[in-house]
């Protein structure tokens, strides 16, 4: 059974930093484009960054762009969210997430197969 686990959520000031992980088991996903999405309370999951298998190619939404950071171990079946300048608006539950495939940073949810259950990262002002 595949299994995503996500870890490293938190309550941070506005400014601060922090770096989410995702652990992988039941599945061998080194083959696998893996993304990071995000829904706060009351709107819909949105994307938030997203890496090919090799990790060559990355994908952010405009709003976390040079703020955020998504990495990839391929070894350890893993890969992170480094969170840097948070803003209150980044306060959500964060999700990850396994791509059917390789080849591109999906920013849709509909190309992502398996799912973690959800960090809560909450940013205060």
């Known amino acids: 059974q595949v299994l995503l686990v996500e870890s490293g959520g938190g309550l941070v000031q506005a400014g601060g930093s922090l770096r989410l992980s995702c652990a992988a088991s039941?599945?061998?996903?080194?083959?696998?484009?893996m993304g990071w999405f995000r829904q706060a309370p009351g709107k819909e999951r949105e994307f938030v960054a997203a890496i090919t298998s090799g990790g060559a190619i990355t994908n952010y939404a405009d709003s976390v762009k040079g703020r955020f950071t998504i990495s990839r171990d391929s070894a350890k079946n893993a890969v992170y969210l480094q969170m840097n300048s948070l803003k209150p608006e980044d306060t959500a539950v964060y999700y990850c997430a396994a791509g059917r495939r390789g080849g591109y940073p999906w920013p849709t949810s509909y190309n992502y197969d398996y799912w973690g259950q959800g960090a809560q990262v909450t940013v205060s002002s």
């Open positions: 039941g599945g061998t996903f080194s083959s696998n484009t």
